[in-house]
Protein backbone atom coordinates (compact mmCIF):
# COMPACT_ATOMS: atom_id res chain seq x y z
CA UNK A 1 0.00 0.00 0.00
CA UNK A 2 1.63 3.09 -0.55
CA UNK A 3 1.61 6.52 0.68
CA UNK A 4 0.95 10.00 -0.53
CA UNK A 5 -1.94 10.83 -2.63
CA UNK A 6 -2.87 8.76 -5.79
CA UNK A 7 -1.39 10.46 -8.78
CA UNK A 8 -3.47 12.17 -11.81
CA UNK A 9 -6.51 12.72 -9.91
CA UNK A 10 -7.24 15.68 -7.97
CA UNK A 11 -5.98 16.17 -4.21
CA UNK A 12 -6.68 18.53 -1.24
CA UNK A 13 -4.23 21.05 -2.02
CA UNK A 14 -1.07 22.34 0.02
CA UNK A 15 -2.22 25.56 0.17
CA UNK A 16 -5.99 25.13 1.27
CA UNK A 17 -4.80 22.57 4.15
CA UNK A 18 -1.85 25.05 5.47
CA UNK A 19 -5.18 27.70 6.14
CA UNK A 20 -6.03 25.55 9.01
CA UNK A 21 -3.77 26.73 12.17
CA UNK A 22 -5.45 23.49 14.41
CA UNK A 23 -7.26 25.58 16.97
CA UNK A 24 -9.87 23.53 17.40
CA UNK A 25 -12.52 25.80 16.97
CA UNK A 26 -14.55 24.45 14.70
CA UNK A 27 -14.83 21.71 17.37
CA UNK A 28 -18.22 22.19 18.97
CA UNK A 29 -20.30 22.77 15.83
CA UNK A 30 -18.88 19.09 14.31
CA UNK A 31 -21.86 16.81 14.25
CA UNK A 32 -19.50 13.78 14.16
CA UNK A 33 -17.14 14.62 16.94
CA UNK A 34 -20.27 16.20 19.07
CA UNK A 35 -21.64 12.06 18.84
CA UNK A 36 -17.48 10.60 19.55
CA UNK A 37 -16.19 12.52 20.89
CA UNK A 38 -12.87 11.45 19.01
CA UNK A 39 -10.60 14.64 17.12
CA UNK A 40 -10.31 11.75 14.15
CA UNK A 41 -14.32 12.47 14.02
CA UNK A 42 -13.47 16.25 13.84
CA UNK A 43 -12.76 18.92 11.15
CA UNK A 44 -9.09 19.34 12.66
CA UNK A 45 -8.51 15.72 13.20
CA UNK A 46 -10.09 15.24 9.12
CA UNK A 47 -7.60 17.96 7.54
CA UNK A 48 -4.32 16.77 10.01
CA UNK A 49 -5.12 12.89 8.49
CA UNK A 50 -5.19 14.85 4.79
CA UNK A 51 -1.86 16.34 5.82
CA UNK A 52 0.04 13.23 6.60
CA UNK A 53 -1.12 11.77 3.44
CA UNK A 54 0.02 15.05 1.60
CA UNK A 55 3.25 14.51 3.71
CA UNK A 56 3.51 10.88 1.96
CA UNK A 57 3.30 9.25 5.95
CA UNK A 58 -0.04 7.87 5.49
CA UNK A 59 -1.47 5.74 2.40
CA UNK A 60 -5.64 7.19 1.40
CA UNK A 61 -6.76 3.05 2.03
CA UNK A 62 -7.38 2.70 5.14
CA UNK A 63 -8.17 4.54 8.63
CA UNK A 64 -7.86 7.71 6.37
CA UNK A 65 -10.75 6.26 4.27
CA UNK A 66 -12.92 5.36 7.15
CA UNK A 67 -12.56 9.48 8.63
CA UNK A 68 -13.18 10.78 5.30
CA UNK A 69 -16.64 8.48 5.15
CA UNK A 70 -17.73 9.49 8.07
CA UNK A 71 -17.74 13.35 7.35
CA UNK A 72 -21.26 14.39 6.43
CA UNK A 73 -19.65 17.41 4.71
CA UNK A 74 -22.32 19.57 5.73
CA UNK A 75 -19.56 21.92 6.67
CA UNK A 76 -20.41 23.22 9.96
CA UNK A 77 -16.92 23.44 10.51
CA UNK A 78 -16.47 25.89 7.69
CA UNK A 79 -18.85 28.48 8.47
CA UNK A 80 -17.35 28.42 12.27
CA UNK A 81 -13.79 28.57 11.33
CA UNK A 82 -12.22 32.21 12.22
CA UNK A 83 -9.32 31.13 9.36
CA UNK A 84 -11.21 30.78 6.36
CA UNK A 85 -10.37 26.92 5.84
CA UNK A 86 -12.39 25.82 2.95
CA UNK A 87 -13.22 22.22 4.26
CA UNK A 88 -16.12 22.01 1.31
CA UNK A 89 -13.16 21.61 -0.97
CA UNK A 90 -10.71 19.59 1.08
CA UNK A 91 -13.47 16.82 2.39
CA UNK A 92 -14.75 16.70 -1.83
CA UNK A 93 -11.01 16.56 -3.21
CA UNK A 94 -10.41 13.80 -0.65
CA UNK A 95 -13.61 11.81 -1.36
CA UNK A 96 -11.86 11.86 -4.77
CA UNK A 97 -8.78 9.96 -3.57
CA UNK A 98 -10.47 7.77 -1.08
CA UNK A 99 -12.91 6.83 -4.54
CA UNK A 100 -10.14 5.82 -6.23
CA UNK A 101 -8.70 3.64 -3.79
CA UNK A 102 -11.73 1.28 -3.13
CA UNK A 103 -11.54 -1.91 -4.25
CA UNK A 104 -12.41 -2.48 -7.89
CA UNK A 105 -15.99 -4.61 -6.84
CA UNK A 106 -16.48 -1.97 -4.10
CA UNK A 107 -16.20 1.28 -6.84
CA UNK A 108 -18.23 -1.14 -9.72
CA UNK A 109 -21.09 -1.12 -7.11
CA UNK A 110 -20.98 2.53 -5.83
CA UNK A 111 -20.73 4.03 -9.23
CA UNK A 112 -23.55 1.36 -10.76
CA UNK A 113 -25.60 2.93 -8.15
CA UNK A 114 -24.55 6.75 -8.69
CA UNK A 115 -24.01 7.08 -12.28
CA UNK A 116 -25.38 4.45 -13.65
CA UNK A 117 -29.14 4.99 -11.98
CA UNK A 118 -28.94 9.00 -10.82
CA UNK A 119 -27.48 9.80 -14.01
CA UNK A 120 -30.01 8.88 -15.92
CA UNK A 121 -33.53 10.09 -15.72
CA UNK A 122 -35.00 7.02 -17.47
CA UNK A 123 -33.66 4.82 -14.47
CA UNK A 124 -34.65 7.54 -12.16
CA UNK A 125 -38.22 7.31 -12.76
CA UNK A 126 -37.87 3.54 -13.25
CA UNK A 127 -36.52 3.66 -9.32
CA UNK A 128 -38.89 5.30 -8.48
CA UNK A 129 -41.88 3.09 -10.23
CA UNK A 130 -40.21 0.36 -7.87
CA UNK A 131 -40.22 2.29 -4.88
CA UNK A 132 -44.21 3.03 -5.94
CA UNK A 133 -44.99 -0.43 -5.99
CA UNK A 134 -42.87 -1.83 -3.05
CA UNK A 135 -44.39 0.71 -1.05
CA UNK A 136 -48.13 0.34 -2.20
CA UNK A 137 -47.55 -3.76 -1.46
CA UNK A 138 -46.17 -2.98 1.67
CA UNK A 139 -42.97 -5.28 0.20
CA UNK A 140 -40.71 -2.17 1.51
CA UNK A 141 -41.10 -3.23 4.95
CA UNK A 142 -38.71 -6.35 4.17
CA UNK A 143 -35.76 -3.91 2.86
CA UNK A 144 -32.74 -3.38 5.24
CA UNK A 145 -33.79 -0.67 8.34
CA UNK A 146 -30.64 1.89 6.51
CA UNK A 147 -32.57 1.55 3.32
CA UNK A 148 -36.02 2.18 4.49
CA UNK A 149 -35.45 5.42 6.74
CA UNK A 150 -33.44 6.94 3.48
CA UNK A 151 -36.19 6.20 1.21
CA UNK A 152 -38.87 8.35 -0.23
CA UNK A 153 -42.69 7.80 -0.03
CA UNK A 154 -42.96 7.88 -3.91
CA UNK A 155 -46.38 6.91 -5.86
CA UNK A 156 -47.42 6.30 -9.22
CA UNK A 157 -49.74 9.43 -9.13
CA UNK A 158 -47.12 11.52 -7.76
CA UNK A 159 -44.75 10.36 -10.03
CA UNK A 160 -47.31 11.22 -12.94
CA UNK A 161 -48.52 14.78 -11.82
CA UNK A 162 -47.98 17.04 -14.89
CA UNK A 163 -45.86 20.00 -14.52
CA UNK A 164 -46.65 22.84 -16.93
CA UNK A 165 -43.74 23.19 -19.48
CA UNK A 166 -44.21 27.26 -19.23
CA UNK A 167 -46.29 29.72 -16.98
CA UNK A 168 -46.27 33.39 -16.42
CA UNK A 169 -44.80 36.33 -17.89
CA UNK A 170 -41.18 38.10 -17.65
CA UNK A 171 -38.02 37.26 -17.24
CA UNK A 172 -36.91 33.31 -18.17
CA UNK A 173 -36.49 31.43 -15.25
CA UNK A 174 -35.70 27.54 -16.05
CA UNK A 175 -36.71 24.98 -13.07
CA UNK A 176 -34.29 22.18 -12.43
CA UNK A 177 -36.19 19.31 -12.40
CA UNK A 178 -33.36 17.09 -11.05
CA UNK A 179 -33.49 12.99 -10.14
CA UNK A 180 -35.20 12.47 -6.64
CA UNK A 181 -37.38 15.82 -6.67
CA UNK A 182 -38.62 14.92 -9.80
CA UNK A 183 -39.98 11.40 -8.48
CA UNK A 184 -40.88 12.02 -4.91
CA UNK A 185 -41.70 15.77 -4.83
CA UNK A 186 -43.05 17.55 -7.48
CA UNK A 187 -45.71 19.12 -5.37
CA UNK A 188 -42.49 21.37 -4.35
CA UNK A 189 -41.92 21.74 -8.28
CA UNK A 190 -45.47 23.02 -8.90
CA UNK A 191 -45.20 25.60 -5.04
CA UNK A 192 -41.69 26.97 -6.54
CA UNK A 193 -43.60 27.35 -10.59
CA UNK A 194 -46.29 29.29 -8.38
CA UNK A 195 -43.92 31.60 -6.92
CA UNK A 196 -42.19 32.35 -9.93
CA UNK A 197 -45.57 33.57 -11.81
CA UNK A 198 -46.40 35.47 -8.76
CA UNK A 199 -42.99 37.04 -8.64
CA UNK A 200 -43.19 37.98 -12.05
CA UNK A 201 -41.33 35.49 -14.14
CA UNK A 202 -41.46 33.11 -17.11
CA UNK A 203 -41.06 29.80 -15.30
CA UNK A 204 -40.05 26.91 -17.71
CA UNK A 205 -39.94 23.49 -17.19
CA UNK A 206 -37.32 22.21 -19.18
CA UNK A 207 -37.98 18.79 -21.63
CA UNK A 208 -35.79 15.96 -20.31
CA UNK A 209 -34.21 17.11 -17.18
CA UNK A 210 -31.85 15.07 -14.91
CA UNK A 211 -29.47 14.93 -11.90
CA UNK A 212 -27.40 18.30 -11.27
CA UNK A 213 -24.34 15.76 -10.06
CA UNK A 214 -24.59 16.86 -6.91
CA UNK A 215 -24.52 13.31 -5.30
CA UNK A 216 -21.89 12.27 -7.29
CA UNK A 217 -19.60 15.01 -6.32
CA UNK A 218 -20.55 13.95 -2.52
CA UNK A 219 -19.69 10.49 -2.85
CA UNK A 220 -16.47 11.54 -4.88
CA UNK A 221 -17.07 10.40 -8.18
CA UNK A 222 -15.82 13.52 -10.17
CA UNK A 223 -16.56 11.69 -13.69
CA UNK A 224 -20.02 11.43 -13.22
CA UNK A 225 -20.10 15.09 -11.73
CA UNK A 226 -18.47 16.73 -14.32
CA UNK A 227 -21.06 14.66 -16.99
CA UNK A 228 -24.14 15.43 -15.66
CA UNK A 229 -22.82 19.21 -14.73
CA UNK A 230 -22.21 19.52 -18.40
CA UNK A 231 -25.89 17.82 -19.44
CA UNK A 232 -27.41 20.47 -16.90
CA UNK A 233 -25.69 23.50 -18.60
CA UNK A 234 -26.61 22.69 -21.95
CA UNK A 235 -30.01 22.30 -21.24
CA UNK A 236 -30.05 25.61 -18.76
CA UNK A 237 -27.71 27.84 -19.73
CA UNK A 238 -30.32 29.97 -22.10
CA UNK A 239 -32.20 30.99 -19.13
CA UNK A 240 -32.16 34.35 -17.64
CA UNK A 241 -32.38 32.79 -13.97
CA UNK A 242 -32.14 29.29 -12.98
CA UNK A 243 -34.15 27.88 -10.06
CA UNK A 244 -33.87 25.44 -7.67
CA UNK A 245 -35.51 24.04 -5.12
CA UNK A 246 -33.44 21.41 -3.61
CA UNK A 247 -30.85 23.10 -0.93
CA UNK A 248 -28.52 20.41 -2.21
CA UNK A 249 -29.06 21.34 -5.77
CA UNK A 250 -28.51 24.63 -5.65
CA UNK A 251 -25.36 24.36 -3.72
CA UNK A 252 -23.63 22.56 -5.65
CA UNK A 253 -24.84 24.20 -9.07
CA UNK A 254 -23.09 27.13 -7.96
CA UNK A 255 -19.72 25.23 -7.77
CA UNK A 256 -19.83 24.29 -11.53
CA UNK A 257 -17.17 26.97 -12.50
CA UNK A 258 -14.72 25.40 -9.74
CA UNK A 259 -16.22 21.53 -11.01
CA UNK A 260 -15.03 22.42 -15.08
CA UNK A 261 -12.32 25.16 -13.94
CA UNK A 262 -9.85 22.70 -16.48
CA UNK A 263 -11.97 22.28 -18.87
CA UNK A 264 -11.61 24.86 -21.61
CA UNK A 265 -14.87 23.94 -23.47
CA UNK A 266 -17.03 24.26 -20.39
CA UNK A 267 -15.57 26.67 -18.01
CA UNK A 268 -16.79 29.90 -18.88
CA UNK A 269 -20.44 28.55 -19.66
CA UNK A 270 -20.34 26.42 -16.42
CA UNK A 271 -18.98 29.96 -14.93
CA UNK A 272 -22.54 31.46 -16.06
CA UNK A 273 -24.48 29.34 -15.68
CA UNK A 274 -23.50 28.95 -11.90
CA UNK A 275 -24.11 32.65 -11.55
CA UNK A 276 -27.86 32.35 -12.49
CA UNK A 277 -28.33 30.14 -9.88
CA UNK A 278 -30.74 30.89 -7.11
CA UNK A 279 -32.10 28.74 -5.02
CA UNK A 280 -36.06 28.66 -4.55
CA UNK A 281 -36.39 30.51 -1.30
CA UNK A 282 -34.60 33.65 -3.26
CA UNK A 283 -36.92 33.97 -5.49
CA UNK A 284 -38.90 36.97 -2.86
CA UNK A 285 -42.10 36.37 -4.26
CA UNK A 286 -45.77 37.19 -2.22
CA UNK A 287 -47.28 34.60 -0.52
CA UNK A 288 -49.81 32.90 -2.22
CA UNK A 289 -52.10 31.96 0.92
CA UNK A 290 -52.06 33.13 4.62
CA UNK A 291 -50.41 30.92 7.19
CA UNK A 292 -51.86 30.85 10.40
CA UNK A 293 -49.64 29.30 13.64
CA UNK A 294 -46.21 28.22 14.63
CA UNK A 295 -44.38 26.43 11.93
CA UNK A 296 -40.33 24.82 12.50
CA UNK A 297 -37.65 25.59 11.11
CA UNK A 298 -34.83 22.94 9.93
CA UNK A 299 -32.09 24.97 8.12
CA UNK A 300 -30.28 22.51 5.52
CA UNK A 301 -26.59 22.77 6.04
CA UNK A 302 -26.41 23.07 2.39
CA UNK A 303 -28.81 26.49 3.22
CA UNK A 304 -27.24 27.49 5.73
CA UNK A 305 -23.02 26.78 5.82
CA UNK A 306 -22.61 25.97 2.26
CA UNK A 307 -24.77 29.33 0.71
CA UNK A 308 -25.39 31.47 3.94
CA UNK A 309 -29.13 30.77 3.03
CA UNK A 310 -31.42 31.30 6.53
CA UNK A 311 -32.79 34.02 6.43
CA UNK A 312 -34.80 34.20 3.41
CA UNK A 313 -36.92 30.82 4.44
CA UNK A 314 -37.88 32.90 7.68
CA UNK A 315 -38.46 36.02 5.62
CA UNK A 316 -40.79 33.66 3.26
CA UNK A 317 -42.72 31.80 6.11
CA UNK A 318 -43.32 35.51 7.90
CA UNK A 319 -44.41 37.09 4.78
CA UNK A 320 -47.14 34.56 4.97
CA UNK A 321 -47.69 35.42 8.52
CA UNK A 322 -46.46 32.28 9.94
CA UNK A 323 -44.70 31.94 13.29
CA UNK A 324 -41.69 31.04 12.55
CA UNK A 325 -39.64 28.76 15.73
CA UNK A 326 -36.10 28.09 15.52
CA UNK A 327 -35.56 24.27 16.76
CA UNK A 328 -33.09 25.22 19.36
CA UNK A 329 -29.71 22.08 18.26
CA UNK A 330 -27.67 25.45 16.43
CA UNK A 331 -28.42 24.24 13.06
CA UNK A 332 -27.06 20.76 13.46
CA UNK A 333 -27.27 18.44 10.47
CA UNK A 334 -29.54 16.36 10.55
CA UNK A 335 -27.36 13.04 8.91
CA UNK A 336 -29.05 12.48 5.47
CA UNK A 337 -25.43 13.78 3.50
CA UNK A 338 -26.71 12.84 0.19
CA UNK A 339 -26.50 8.90 0.48
CA UNK A 340 -24.41 9.04 3.89
CA UNK A 341 -27.73 7.59 5.74
CA UNK A 342 -27.14 4.70 3.26
CA UNK A 343 -23.88 4.44 4.11
CA UNK A 344 -22.98 5.12 7.69
CA UNK A 345 -26.56 4.46 9.00
CA UNK A 346 -25.24 4.28 12.52
CA UNK A 347 -23.88 8.14 12.72
CA UNK A 348 -27.11 9.51 10.60
CA UNK A 349 -29.60 7.52 12.81
CA UNK A 350 -28.14 9.01 15.87
CA UNK A 351 -28.40 12.41 14.42
CA UNK A 352 -31.72 11.78 12.69
CA UNK A 353 -33.41 11.03 15.66
CA UNK A 354 -32.12 13.51 17.62
CA UNK A 355 -33.47 16.01 14.77
CA UNK A 356 -36.84 14.69 14.98
CA UNK A 357 -37.04 14.82 18.67
CA UNK A 358 -35.65 18.74 18.39
CA UNK A 359 -38.79 19.24 16.24
CA UNK A 360 -41.14 17.26 17.90
CA UNK A 361 -40.44 19.46 21.40
CA UNK A 362 -41.25 22.82 19.65
CA UNK A 363 -45.01 21.79 19.58
CA UNK A 364 -45.50 23.31 15.87
CA UNK A 365 -47.38 20.91 13.58
CA UNK A 366 -45.65 21.50 10.51
CA UNK A 367 -41.73 21.98 9.60
CA UNK A 368 -39.93 23.91 7.07
CA UNK A 369 -37.28 21.93 4.99
CA UNK A 370 -35.77 23.10 2.06
CA UNK A 371 -33.86 19.44 0.72
CA UNK A 372 -35.01 16.24 -0.25
CA UNK A 373 -32.37 14.32 1.47
CA UNK A 374 -33.28 15.90 4.74
CA UNK A 375 -37.14 15.81 4.18
CA UNK A 376 -36.60 12.13 3.76
CA UNK A 377 -34.66 11.47 6.97
CA UNK A 378 -36.58 13.79 8.99
CA UNK A 379 -39.87 12.43 7.89
CA UNK A 380 -38.77 8.98 8.38
CA UNK A 381 -37.33 9.44 11.49
CA UNK A 382 -40.30 11.53 12.82
CA UNK A 383 -42.94 8.49 11.80
CA UNK A 384 -40.20 5.98 13.83
CA UNK A 385 -40.69 8.10 17.15
CA UNK A 386 -44.55 8.02 15.96
CA UNK A 387 -44.92 11.57 15.19
CA UNK A 388 -47.31 13.21 12.49
CA UNK A 389 -45.57 16.50 11.99
CA UNK A 390 -46.06 17.34 8.28
CA UNK A 391 -42.54 17.97 6.55
CA UNK A 392 -42.86 20.81 4.23
CA UNK A 393 -40.99 22.91 1.87
CA UNK A 394 -41.28 26.47 2.59
CA UNK A 395 -42.93 27.56 -0.56
CA UNK A 396 -45.14 24.76 -0.16
CA UNK A 397 -46.38 25.94 2.50
CA UNK A 398 -46.82 29.54 1.52
CA UNK A 399 -48.28 28.14 -1.60
S1 LIG B 1 -10.61 24.18 10.50
FE1 LIG B 1 -10.52 26.31 11.20
S2 LIG B 1 -11.52 26.27 13.24
FE2 LIG B 1 -11.00 24.13 12.71
S3 LIG B 1 -8.98 23.79 13.61
FE3 LIG B 1 -8.60 24.46 11.49
S4 LIG B 1 -8.37 26.70 11.63
FE4 LIG B 1 -9.29 26.04 13.57
S1 LIG C 1 -18.23 18.78 7.30
FE1 LIG C 1 -19.57 18.46 9.09
S2 LIG C 1 -19.13 16.36 9.77
FE2 LIG C 1 -17.47 16.94 8.37
S3 LIG C 1 -15.86 17.75 9.67
FE3 LIG C 1 -17.09 19.53 9.06
S4 LIG C 1 -18.65 19.78 10.67
FE4 LIG C 1 -17.74 17.72 10.92
Not at 96 to 109: F, G, M, N
Not at 114 to 131: C, K, N, S, W, Y
Not at 240 to 256: F, K, L, N, P, Q
Amino acid sequence: MSTGWKPGIPAPTRDDLNTCVQCGLCLPSCPTFRITGLETSSPRGRIAAMRAVQAGEASVEGDFTRFTDECLACRACEAACPSSVPYGRLIEAARIQTEAARPAHDRAVRRAGIAGVMGHRRMVRLMGLGMAITQALRVDRLLPKRLRLATPRVTVRGMRTPLPASSGEGPTAMLLTGCVMDIAFRPVHQATIDALVRGGYRAVVPRGGGCCGALAAHAGELTSARDLARKRIAELEQAEVIVVDSAGCSAHMRTYGHLLADDPAWAHRADAVAAKVRDAVEINAPPGRPVEGRVAVHDACHHLHAQGIGPEVRRTLRAAGATCVDLGDGGRCCGAGGIYNVLEPAMAGELGEQKARAIIATGAPVVAVANPGCAIQITNHLRALGSDVEVRHPLEIVD
